[in-house]
């Protein structure tokens, strides 16, 4: 089993007395229900966070190719082009 480390929740009185009814239900401890809950929603959050970066992705890719479509796709080496580019402008800068 994993380490475990304490920690205090607040919690509703409400929520404290289903919690402690559903764990009753289930043979479980409120903390062990806490803990699945807990597990659930980092998956869930780590699930949204890669839908969130898929869709992103989806739209660069989008415009990409609408890029693409309407200027083209540049053959060259850009960054050495850039690079090149910047050297030249700099010695005549400074000849």
Avoid at 11 to 40: M, N, T
Avoid at 50 to 59: G, H, Q, S, V, Y
């Amino acid at each position: 089993m994993t380490e475990l480390i304490r920690v205090q929740v607040m919690l509703e009185k409400s929520d404290q007395a289903e919690l402690q009814e559903i764990a009753q239900e289930q043979g479980k401890s409120v903390s062990e229900i806490l803990r699945e809950l807990v597990r659930r929603y980092l998956e869930e959050q780590r699930r949204a966070e890669t839908e969130r970066f898929r869709r992103t992705l989806a739209k660069v890719r989008e415009i990409r190719e609408r890029n693409a479509a309407r200027y083209g796709v540049y053959e060259g080496d850009i960054l050495r082009d850039v690079r090149d580019e910047y050297e030249r402008e700099q010695k005549e800068k400074w000849q």
